[in-house]
């Protein structure tokens, strides 16, 4: 159980365009989904909580109009990087909560050429 | 403020032998220390975890022992296997989670 569908695993785009990430709960419903960014050989950095029917909240230092989420249903929150530059190059990953534990999407890594 | 502090950063240990990895925390409001188990291009996988009102939990090869007046917890891997190899996070809980920076796990064959 509890299981965490992140697509795509991997994309590459040019600078200036836009990609969405999508986060799924297969067999739960998850009110709250977090959104984590990865740098090479670093721990993750929660980017922010998404509550589902209502905004997300951001960390300190991440900028909202460029990380667009959207938590539209029980099962689904997206991740919208607009306006992608070569430094949002990064390995992003999701996470939802069921009870007291997290579980986390296989990640996203998105190369921006 | 780092608030889940983790050590080593990286480990190189014998096939067979024990790995340890050492976490520290900050916030008494933390009640749910998970270790997760990373694979390079892959997500966090849940390895075991535990909550505040227990000193040890053993899972398989794996046991956290956890020291609540030291704010102290440490992951022990027996008997380490080569597929072992792969970064490990501490992490802690109340509305979220705190992450560790990893450490960094090499099992020698």
């Known amino acids: 159980g509890a299981v965490v569908s992140q697509h795509p695993s991997w994309v590459i785009c040019k600078s200036g365009t836009s990609v969405k990430i999508e986060c799924r709960s297969l067999?739960?419903?998850?009110?709250?989904m977090f959104w984590y960014r990865q740098f090479p050989k670093q721990s993750l950095m929660l980017m922010a909580t998404s509550n589902e029917g209502s905004k997300a909240t951001y960390e300190q230092g991440v900028e909202k109009d460029k990380f667009l989420i959207n938590h539209a249903s029980l099962t689904l929150s997206t991740l919208t990087v607009t306006s992608a530059h070569p430094e949002d190059s990064s390995f992003y990953i999701c996470s939802a909560r069921r009870g007291v534990g997290y579980t986390f999407g296989s990640g996203t890594r998105l190369t921006v050429v | 403020q780092q608030q889940v502090k983790q050590s080593p950063q990286s480990l190189i240990v014998q096939k067979g032998g024990i790995s340890i990895i050492n976490c520290a925390y900050e916030?008494?409001?933390?009640?749910?220390f998970p270790w997760y188990q990373q694979f390079p291009g892959k997500g966090p996988a849940l390895l075991i975890a535990?909550?505040?009102?227990?000193s040890e939990k053993k899972e398989g090869r794996f046991t956290i022992s956890f020291n609540k007046s030291a704010k102290q917890f440490s992951l022990h891997i027996m008997d380490s296997q080569p597929g072992d190899s792969a970064t490990y996070f501490c992490a802690a809980s109340d509305d979220g989670l705190t992450f560790g920076k990893g450490t960094h796990l090499i099992i020698q064959p």
């Open positions: 535990i909550r505040p009102d227990v």
């Open positions: 067999d739960f419903q998850a009110t709250t």
């Open positions: 916030n008494t409001a933390f009640d749910y």
